[in-house]
């Protein structure tokens, strides 16, 4: 039976950037937050969001996510009420991945929400990947031309590292890339992949 890795981390963290490492390895990759965002575009999740949130954060019928992430990440209600949106259509698209890599011994399931989405409880193993708070900040403002005050703000919403770790089996320190991908090798020694 294919045995779910479940790898999470704070916003900036470089956990994608990790995953990806992983997935070099040969090992089934599923980003969650890739596929939420492609989910977003499907009529039926537009619909709803529009339904919930009105046509203030549609631009000619396309969703600016800046408007949203401004609005959610400034009322956590309205991120739950997201949430309830967006984790049903990833839980089954996963879902339906899953089968389709159900002949690999191990898949990667990458979400910066795993344990707030409580899709922790469907994997074997969980890493989270750690970086200094000001690291973080610095990759996120370069990556996606926003500010400091709202990465912060998207952090609030988010557990901290120090709840990730101590529900995690693997820790990552990636601080520096090189020192990070160490880790992972180690891990997959350890997981008998590599």
């Known amino acids: 039976m294919t045995k779910i890795i479940g790898l999470t981390g704070g916003?900036?963290?470089?956990?994608?950037?990790?995953?990806?490492?992983?997935?070099?390895?040969g090992i089934p990759l599923y980003i969650a937050d890739d596929q939420a965002r492609k989910l977003m575009e499907s009529h039926e999740i537009v619909h709803a969001i529009k339904k919930k949130f009105g046509e203030v954060i549609f631009d000619k019928e396309i969703l600016n996510r800046a408007k949203l992430a401004e609005i959610v990440f400034n009322e956590p209600e309205k991120l739950e009420e997201l949430n309830?949106?967006?984790?049903?259509?990833?839980?089954?698209?996963f879902k339906e991945w899953l089968l389709q890599n159900k002949s690999a011994p191990f898949i990667i399931y990458e979400a910066?929400?795993?344990?707030?989405?409580?899709?922790?409880?469907?994997?074997?193993?969980?890493?989270?990947v750690v970086a200094p708070i000001d690291i973080r900040i610095e990759r996120v403002m370069k990556r996606d031309k926003t500010s400091r005050e709202l990465i912060l703000k998207r952090m609030e919403a988010q557990w901290t590292d120090e709840q990730r770790v101590s529900k995690s089996d693997f820790v990552i320190e990636n601080e520096d890339l090189k020192t990070a991908k160490q880790k992972v090798?180690?891990?997959l020694k350890i997981l008998k992949i590599k």
């Open 11 to 25: 916003i900036g963290s470089g956990k994608t950037t990790i995953a990806k490492y992983m997935h070099s390895f």
């Open 185 to 187: 090798d180690e891990i």
């Open 84 to 93: 309830a949106i967006i984790h049903p259509a990833v839980k089954s698209d």
């Open 112 to 128: 910066a929400i795993l344990f707030e989405s409580g899709n922790y409880l469907n994997c074997d193993y969980i890493i989270t």
